[in-house]
């Protein structure tokens, strides 16, 4: 694991260095432009995710879509990831997760509508859809599209099974003293439950579960900056200043680089809402609409939950917990991420490490399930229906064994993992910029976003 690790610090030095960054926030900016600032009708999706579309067509409801795929992005991105951010790019790493989030609502948007645009629909009727489909039938770049559904298999291994089985192992032996290997065999056992039922059996349990944990989550923080209210002020005001120095941030925190700080930050935020990842439109393709503005407006909604909200409070929670306990950095926390997390969290009496603990475990196991579907897609595209079952089996060996690897072996592997995934399915977005701003223009004008898009979803010869 040593050399692995070395070898994938090496490779994020260039996955991750300014022309890719200036890529990924780039993208977001663009386009945010070419879709008329579609930030400003995130009210119009949110309303639009709890509503049914009874004449769409597709596999599970808009409500599935965006609970699936909510449950793939709210994950230790949201707890630990932050944490990681300001242990390695300081206090500023906060604003740029948030900057991700909020310009990043427009890229998830443009990856959903093309996602659905360019679906197809298989012999036994289901849909199917993601930047490969995008790619292979809007841009006639097949390859790319392999490369893209080759990434998306991989980094489910990653981003899905690995960093997160290993939070929750963590979790369990530092809390309950749990041993690794039992907390492995009890999350491959569920998984396995759940993923074998299909899309449908998955999004029944994101349905459930994303909504409980998410409100859970979200109160135990609030009630812990009312605890902080007296930092709040100071914490705000080191977020932005830290962003664009380069100087120590004084506090304890660590003195990072303006460089560095934007690169854990747009790195935590991208793992965090995968804008620009081009995951979640794989199971928005799959959802029930009539035409791709409507799931593309839902999809935005959950980078706007992940990122905008959750992350922003977690980093606010983390902040100010430090500051009102200086010792923290001293005890480890500039070092580790999760360590840092742990300390923060458990500095609150009470409600701070039922937070996190219960945070942690449900976060991580919603997106194992979530992204099992997405590497799913993947694999089928590049093998076909054959390959299905194995790499089901192959997904929950993987969750045993994610619990019990090193973190910082985990974290490096993902993030080069998240990049080498999100390249193929940024070309694709900027490429198809002008059908995106073209379909926006015709959608969200008048009534028009009520209409039926009558364009024929063809059938997969595979």
């Not at 937070?355 to 196991?365: D, H, K």
């Not at 985990?410 to 379909?439: F, Q, T």
């Amino acid at each position: 694991m040593g050399a692995i690790n070395s070898y994938f610090t090496w490779l994020n030095g260039y996955l991750w260095g300014p022309p890719l960054l200036i890529l990924l926030f780039g993208t977001h900016l663009f386009m945010t432009v070419r879709t008329g600032i579609i930030q400003r009708k995130i009210g119009l999706g949110i309303r639009l995710s709890v509503s049914k579309d009874k004449d769409g067509v597709g596999d599970i409801s808009q409500f599935g879509a965006m609970t699936t795929a909510l449950a793939a992005t709210i994950g230790t991105g949201n707890i630990v990831g932050v944490g990681t951010a300001i242990a390695l790019g300081g206090p500023g790493a906060v604003l740029w997760i948030w900057m991700s989030g909020v310009f990043g609502i427009a890229t998830k948007y443009a990856e959903a509508m093309v996602a659905v645009k360019y679906r197809v629909k298989t012999s036994d009727g289901t849909m199917l859809g993601g930047a490969m489909y995008a790619l292979e039938r809007g841009l006639n770049m097949k390859w790319l599209g392999v490369l893209f559904a080759l990434f998306t298999a991989l980094t489910s291994f990653g981003i899905g099974a690995t960093v997160q089985a290993n939070a929750v192992s963590k979790v369990a032996v530092e809390n309950f003293g749990i041993p690794v290997w039992l907390s492995g065999i009890v999350m491959a056992s569920i998984v396995a439950i759940v993923i074998l039922g299909g899309v449908k059996s998955i999004t029944k349990a994101c349905e459930v579960l994303v909504p409980f944990m998410a409100i859970f989550y979200v109160t135990g923080c609030l009630i812990i900056l009312f605890i902080n209210r007296d930092y709040l002020g100071e914490s705000i005001a080191l977020i932005f200043t830290a962003a664009f120095t380069s100087k120590a941030a004084g506090g304890g925190f660590v003195g990072s680089s303006v460089l560095m700080t934007a690169r854990y930050g747009l790195a935590r935020g991208l793992f965090s809402n995968e804008s620009g990842m081009g995951s979640a439109p794989i199971v928005a393709a799959a959802a029930q609409t009539r035409n791709p503005a409507r799931q593309a407006l839902v999809s935005a909604t959950g980078t706007f939950w992940d990122t905008v909200v959750m992350c922003a409070i977690t980093g606010l929670v983390l902040i100010s917990t430090i500051i009102s306990n200086p010792d923290i950095m001293a005890d480890g926390g500039a070092i580790d991420g999760a360590v840092l997390t742990s300390l923060a969290f458990n500095k609150i009496p009470a409600v701070g490490p039922i937070v996190l603990t219960f945070g942690l475990i449900t976060f991580a196991f919603s997106t194992i399930i979530g992204w099992s579907y997405y590497g799913e897609r993947g694999a089928e595209y590049l093998f076909g229906k054959a390959i299905i079952i194995p790499y089901k089996a192959i997904y929950v060996v993987t969750v045993f064994i994610g619990a019990s690897m090193s973190l910082t072996s985990v974290w490096n592997i993902a993030d080069a993992l998240n990049m080498l995934m999100a390249i193929p399915n940024l070309i694709c977005i900027l490429l198809l910029n002008n059908v995106i701003a073209k379909d926006t223009k015709y959608y969200l004008s008048g009534d028009n976003i009520d209409k039926i898009d009558t364009t024929p979803i063809p059938r997969r010869m595979k």
